[in-house]
């Protein structure tokens, strides 16, 4: 079965500094994609960024980017610089090459503060 | 086109009432997929369209749930006998197939309150 696992409910973090958000994933696939989706408050979901399994380079953002370690089924989220309006739910989330079905965590809540 | 758009955005109905959404995903995409979400979980896949073929169908969807995507545009999803359970946030979801970019788009959702 696939799964992904986020271990931080919450976070916070001062404005203009650095976070970084944890998620690890268990998959027999080879060849995925690993997502990233911010959940603002009473507002829809929308994709931070995007990794493809087969390339090594990390994908960034602006001031979003991460850390993707293939072999121990990783991939964080940092945060530059945050902001107030970075305030939301963030779902890290993963779809096997091919697939249909986008497989969620649980979220991480996370507050900047000003 | 500016997303997928949800009808309605809330919905309070009392236990035992059929409800039905609507969900308009992005015009030029030919999956659709609705999703449950409760309060401070991710979303958990109900069922999946291409094009108005339903081709994969969740457990979490009982025999009380049914969609329908008729012409593989606009998509509707039906809870009959609602139960207290049922309250929580669905979301439709749209996406191009054989697109390089296989990211769901969202829409805000309708959140359903069983009382």
């Known amino acids: 079965a696939q799964t992904v696992t986020q271990s931080q409910p919450e976070m916070s973090v001062q404005e203009a500094e650095t976070v970084t958000l944890s998620c690890t994933y268990d998959?027999?696939?080879?060849?995925?994609?690993l997502f990233w989706y911010k959940q603002p408050p009473s507002r829809q979901m929308i994709l931070v960024i995007r990794?493809?399994?087969?390339?090594?380079q990390n994908a960034t953002e602006n001031r979003f980017s991460v850390n993707f370690q293939k072999a121990a089924k990783s991939f964080s989220l940092k945060i530059s610089d945050s902001q107030l309006g970075d305030t939301a739910m963030y779902f890290c989330?993963?779809?096997?090459?091919?697939?249909?079905?986008?497989?969620f965590g649980a979220g991480t809540r996370l507050f900047v503060k000003a | 086109d500016t997303g997928v758009s949800q009808d309605p955005r809330h919905k309070i109905t009392k236990r035992g009432q059929n409800v039905t959404f609507r969900c308009d995903p992005i015009?030029?995409?030919?999956?659709l997929y609705w999703y449950r979400q409760t309060l401070g979980q991710g979303p958990e896949f109900l069922t999946y369209?291409?094009?108005?073929?339903?081709?994969?169908k969740s457990r979490l969807l009982s025999d009380r749930f049914s969609a329908e995507r008729p012409k593989g545009s606009f998509s509707t999803l039906e809870i009959q006998r609602t139960e207290q359970g049922d309250s929580a946030m669905y979301l439709c979801?749209?996406?191009?197939?054989?697109?390089?970019?296989?990211?769901?788009?969202f829409g805000q959702g309708t959140r359903l309150t069983v009382v």
């Open positions: 369209f291409q094009n108005e073929a339903q081709l994969e």
């Open positions: 979801a749209s996406s191009l197939q054989g697109a390089r970019n296989t990211e769901a788009f």
């Open positions: 998959t027999s696939e080879n060849n995925y994609y």
């Open positions: 015009s030029e995409h030919n999956r």
């Open positions: 990794q493809e399994a087969y390339k090594q």
């Open positions: 989330a993963f779809i096997p090459l091919g697939g249909f079905k986008t497989i």
